[in-house]
Structures are given as structure tokens and as C-alpha cells.
């Protein structure tokens, strides 16, 4: 959203905020200004590398199996 479609990272921040059932302020606009460089630790172009995760944290794609309905 931030980087590859080159969004302001409020509006994405604001649109979480009005539809993550357990929203938490600090999280949410925390992580969303984390993720766009900018507050105390500004560095630009960070992204989440989901498939580094994934190889990491589930090796065996047993939660990625549960939440796809495989």
C-alpha cells in the first residue's frame, strides 16, 4: 500500500482503524507509521516479507493450510 502503490500510510491506518474487529490505537498507527518510515526510527521501504515468514514461523504450512480451507 505504502510503497508499492504509493499511498499515504493514514488513509491505509484510518481504513484499519474502521474495520479490524480487535483495533488497538497504538498497534495499528504504530505500525503503519513503523512500516512508512517515519517517527523514531525513520527507515524507508521497509516491507513485511510474508513468504520469509512463513518459511520461518510455519515450515510445514499447517496454519496456512487451516485458514485457506486446504
Not at 504509493?6 to 474495520?19: D, H, L, N, T, V
Not at 512508512?36 to 520461518?56: I, L, S, Y
Request: proline share 6%.
Amino acid at each position: 500500500w505504502i510503497h508499492d502503490l504509493k499511498q499515504p500510510w493514514r488513509i491505509g491506518a484510518a481504513y484499519f482503524e474502521s474495520m479490524l474487529l480487535d483495533y488497538d490505537a497504538a498497534s495499528n498507527w504504530g505500525n503503519w507509521a513503523y512500516i512508512a518510515g517515519v517517527g523514531n526510527d525513520p527507515r524507508p521501504f521497509r516491507k513485511f516479507n510474508t513468504q520469509k515468514q512463513a518459511e520461518q514461523y510455519d515450515p510445514e504450512g499447517t496454519y496456512r493450510a487451516y485458514w485457506s480451507g486446504q
